[in-house]
């Protein structure tokens, strides 16, 4: 059974930059989750997909969008790298909301961003 | 907006030793809680949830949690503490519509 799996695992982007991290879900899942990993912090929620549309949003920028495809996978692009932007990018799957389901996410390994 | 404290973000503990961990929510209605845990450099892994099935959850690991709705606790504990035991533990709410709030974190360290 595939877990979510995310790519690529490191990248090295400068300031102004466009970026595009890619997250496949847990075989079974169907709606998608993008967080944001500071070093040292806790996880924040940027927004999830689910049947290919955006139904929730965090307190981020524009700047901030996402994608989701027909086959649940999903991608999260950011423009105008700044260098606060730097990070640990995790995807999450999870059952649908109404599903009888406690909704846990499950949590690829990340994508580290690094904005020179 | 619901929120999540983790009193101490590093603790150290002796190899065998209790380990315990705490996390503290706002919530205005039954939370959905969990705790996950982060090794280096990899993604969160479940460890246990909260689904107001039973106060006292027991998870992966040896790990246990107790559910009290009157301090709006939900401690995470482990009677004995093992070197493989270190990691970064984060609480976690889940908000209606299924985004959840994580805590900053608390580090553990097992001291051999």
């Known amino acids: 059974d595939a877990g979510v799996t995310q790519s690529p695992t490191h990248l090295i982007k400068t300031r102004g930059q466009q970026v595009t991290l890619r997250c496949s879900p847990k075989?079974?899942?169907?709606?998608v989750s993008w967080y944001q990993q500071a070093l040292g912090q806790g996880p924040q929620f940027i927004f999830q997909?689910?049947?290919?549309?955006?139904?929730q949003r965090g307190n981020f920028p524009d700047r901030f969008s996402g994608h989701q495809f027909p086959n649940y996978s999903s991608e999260l692009n950011v423009n105008a790298l700044l260098l606060g932007d730097s990070a640990l990018y995790l995807c999450?799957?999870?059952?649908?909301?109404?599903?009888?389901?406690?909704?846990?996410?499950?949590f690829g390994e990340g994508s580290r961003l690094t904005v020179l | 907006a619901q929120s999540v404290t983790q009193l101490g973000s590093h603790v150290s503990v002796s190899e065998g030793a209790l380990v315990l961990l705490r996390c503290n929510y706002s919530?205005?209605?039954?939370?959905?809680l969990f705790w996950y845990v982060q090794y280096p450099n990899q993604g969160l892994q479940l460890l246990l949830k909260?689904?107001?099935?039973?106060?006292l959850v027991k998870g992966i690991n040896g790990f246990e949690a107790e559910f009290k709705k009157s301090e709006t606790s939900f401690h995470l504990t482990k009677p004995s503490a093992h070197m493989s035991d270190a990691a970064e533990y984060f609480c976690?709410?889940?908000?209606?519509?299924?985004?959840?709030?994580f805590g900053p974190g608390t580090r553990l360290s097992v001291l051999p």
């Open positions: 976690a709410v889940r908000n209606y519509g299924q985004n959840f709030v």
């Open positions: 075989s079974g899942h169907d709606t």
């Open positions: 999450a799957s999870s059952l649908a909301p109404g599903t009888q389901s406690t909704g846990e996410l499950f």
């Open positions: 909260y689904t107001s099935a039973a106060t």
């Open positions: 919530s205005s209605v039954p939370p959905y």
């Open positions: 997909y689910y049947e290919e549309e955006e139904r």
